[in-house]
């Protein structure tokens, strides 16, 4: 038997990066079988070491070409024009037999990928022993009846906030709550860089997709930038600016070399480079606080127990709060109800105020999180 993992975009996405890594330790931990990802951008798997973790990556295009199921596939695909073919016989070779996880946690959270990840799902059924829905979230407006059809067809889904656990249970779902599996994430800690202050720096997070989710006039960036400009004036922190997905098209550092340009003179703000998901963690751990965009990114906060508001657009960010705090007021700002540029900054004066009882809050719950997070291996384990 062998362990598949599927909808992995590529570590470019250091969430996705940092889903890997754990996802493959529990399923080691779980059947004992290799670990194979399929991967859209092996050379990101590759740059940023994932390929030393799994025991084997699979791009799309990679089939046996010698084989005549191939050679009688290349002919309905080149002669027939049967477009498909190729892609099928890649899905029948890649997932006989396997158990098939579906680590796009957040499929369901976006309409474009919940359509791909229907179709996708009813193609590796034909051929996987088990398929597993991975640490997800689920938002209620994309649960069209495909999409019910489609979760009801998985035989463990594994569920990582209790907002997207009550939508699941209330179209009758089964599921198992858990924590999101990046809260048991490694952190490697390199040197770090000239200006930023260790204890008594503000790491910040901002992702382009806000601009999708805001309600114009570049009122989430707007509320970054009065963030900063009160945080310089009124406290002696640092800012480190730190990138967690790097994709071209979907790529953190655009927003965020605005913010440098802005704020470099000031000589207080740093703009990170790129690193891996573990070296990541590294330096987010060694902030006074942190405000983060990418929900991945605030994990890697919480897990450190530093002091977070997420900045979220999805029922992914408030899901994880109420789960740790009891609710997500205070610690979530959403970008689809902001309304003036100063809501960033009155909601980090809250996370400021009580800094010692939200880091009193996370030091006796993240240990408990993260066994919450290992209950999936049992899970896993018990797939008959």
Same mark, same amino acid.
Request: net charge neutral.
């Given at each position: 038997?062998?362990?598949?993992?599927?909808?992995?975009?590529?570590?470019?996405?250091?969430?996705?990066?940092?889903?890997?890594?754990?996802?493959?330790? +529990?399923?080691?931990?779980?059947?004992?079988?290799?670990?194979?990802?399929?991967?859209?951008?092996?050379?990101?798997?590759?740059?940023?070491?994932? %390929?030393?973790?799994?025991?084997? +990556?699979?791009?799309?295009?990679?089939?046996?070409?010698?084989?005549?199921?191939?050679?009688?596939?290349?002919?309905?695909?080149?002669?027939?024009?049967?477009?498909?073919?190729?892609?099928?016989?890649?899905?029948?070779?890649?997932?006989?037999?396997?158990?098939?996880?579906?680590?796009?946690?957040?499929?369901? !959270?976006?309409?474009?990928?919940?359509? $791909?990840?229907?179709?996708?799902?009813?193609?590796?059924? $034909?051929?996987?022993?088990?398929?597993?829905?991975?640490? !997800?979230?689920?938002?209620?407006?994309?649960?069209?009846?495909?999409?019910?059809?489609?979760?009801?067809?998985?035989?463990?889904?594994?569920?990582?906030?209790?907002?997207?656990? &009550?939508?699941?249970?209330?179209?009758?779902?089964?599921?198992?709550?858990?924590?999101?599996?990046?809260?048991?994430?490694?952190?490697?800690?390199?040197?770090?860089?000239?200006?930023?202050? &260790?204890?008594?720096?503000?790491?910040?997070?901002?992702?382009?997709?806000?601009?999708?989710? &805001?309600?114009?006039?570049?009122?989430?960036?707007?509320?970054?930038?009065? @963030?900063?400009?009160?945080?310089?004036?009124?406290?002696?922190? %640092?800012? !480190?600016?730190?990138?967690?997905?790097?994709? &071209?098209?979907?790529?953190?550092?655009?927003?965020?070399?605005?913010?440098?340009?802005?704020?470099?003179?000031?000589?207080?703000?740093?703009?990170?480079?790129?690193?891996?998901?573990?070296? @990541?963690?590294?330096? +987010?751990?060694?902030?006074?606080?942190?405000?983060?965009?990418?929900?991945?990114?605030?994990?890697?906060?919480?897990?450190?127990? +530093?002091?977070?508001?997420?900045?979220?657009?999805?029922?992914?960010?408030?899901?994880?709060?109420?789960?740790?705090?009891?609710?997500?007021?205070?610690?979530?700002?959403?970008?689809?109800?902001?309304?003036?540029?100063?809501?960033?900054?009155?909601?980090?004066?809250?996370?400021?105020?009580?800094?010692?009882?939200?880091?009193?809050?996370?030091?006796?719950?993240?240990?408990?999180?993260?066994?919450?997070?290992?209950?999936?291996?049992?899970?896993?384990?018990?797939?008959?």
């Amino acid at each position: 038997m062998k362990t598949v993992l599927y909808m992995h975009g590529g570590s470019g996405n250091h969430g996705c990066e940092a889903l890997v890594r754990t996802t493959t330790k +529990i399923a080691k931990d779980a059947t004992g079988s290799d670990v194979i990802l399929w991967s859209q951008n092996v050379s990101e798997d590759y740059k940023y070491g994932v %390929s030393n973790v799994v025991d084997e +990556i699979v791009a799309t295009d990679e089939v046996n070409k010698k084989s005549l199921s191939f050679l009688w596939s290349y002919f309905k695909f080149k002669i027939l024009k049967k477009s498909d073919a190729l892609h099928k016989l890649f899905i029948k070779k890649l997932f006989k037999d396997s158990v098939a996880i579906s680590i796009g946690g957040d499929n369901y !959270c976006y309409p474009w990928s919940a359509k $791909q990840g229907v179709e996708l799902d009813k193609e590796i059924r $034909q051929y996987c022993r088990k398929n597993v829905f991975w640490g !997800c979230s689920i938002e209620e407006e994309f649960m069209t009846p495909e999409v019910v059809e489609d979760l009801k067809g998985f035989d463990l889904i594994t569920v990582r906030e209790p907002l997207s656990y &009550e939508v699941l249970k209330n179209y009758g779902i089964s599921a198992v709550q858990v924590a999101d599996p990046a809260f048991l994430l490694n952190k490697k800690e390199l040197p770090l860089p000239k200006g930023f202050v &260790e204890g008594n720096t503000v790491g910040i997070n901002i992702s382009p997709l806000i601009n999708d989710y &805001e309600n114009g006039d570049s009122i989430a960036f707007n509320n970054y930038v009065k @963030l900063i400009e009160y945080i310089l004036s009124e406290t002696d922190m %640092s800012i !480190c600016l730190i990138p967690h997905v790097v994709w &071209e098209y979907n790529n953190d550092r655009k927003p965020l070399n605005s913010l440098f340009e802005k704020f470099k003179d000031t000589n207080r703000v740093i703009l990170l480079e790129d690193y891996n998901c573990e070296e @990541l963690k590294g330096f +987010i751990s060694r902030c006074r606080f942190f405000v983060g965009a990418r929900t991945h990114a605030t994990i890697a906060a919480y897990s450190t127990c +530093i002091p977070t508001l997420a900045v979220g657009y999805s029922i992914k960010s408030r899901g994880i709060a109420t789960d740790l705090f009891g609710s997500y007021e205070n610690y979530v700002v959403s970008v689809q109800n902001m309304k003036n540029d100063s809501e960033l900054t009155d909601a980090f004066k809250y996370i400021f105020d009580n800094e010692s009882q939200i880091k009193n809050t996370l030091n006796d719950i993240i240990p408990k999180y993260k066994k919450k997070a290992g209950i999936a291996v049992g899970e896993l384990r018990n797939l008959k």
